[in-house]
């Protein structure tokens, strides 16, 4: 039974938001190059809410605190977090960021977000 979970309309121009009390919890739910994307809310480096942030031009999901990178098709960290951290970037990217967000299973239809599974 497939779930309805954002409109496309309700992204704004950070194509990402968050959706809570759904069958996996609360998610990050966008738009990454047109395509659907549904992943964990929180950031493997200190716990940020994904959705609050934004998609890059390269379809990447950004952390909202301190920019790390995530793939939103594979929910593995392609770039640490930045800023103060940045030095330490790699070392949070090989511990922390080796654990992948969670990916579900969505798809467009009648302009909305919908989990399929």
Do not use: Y
């Amino acid at each position: 039974m497939a779930t309805r979970l954002v409109g496309v309309d309700e992204l704004g121009e950070t194509q990402v938001t968050i959706v809570e009390d759904t069958p996996h919890g609360t998610l990050a739910v966008g738009l990454s190059g047109g395509e659907p994307f549904a992943v964990s809310n929180r950031c493997r480096h200190l716990g940020a809410p994904l959705g609050k942030g934004r998609v890059d031009a390269d379809g990447c999901l950004e952390c909202p605190w301190h920019s790390a990178l995530f793939d939103v098709r594979t929910g593995a960290m392609t770039r640490g977090p930045q800023g103060a951290f940045k030095p330490i970037a790699g070392v949070v990217k090989g511990t922390l960021g080796a654990r992948k967000l969670k990916t579900f299973p969505v798809e467009l239809r009648e302009d909305a977000i919908w989990l399929t599974a």
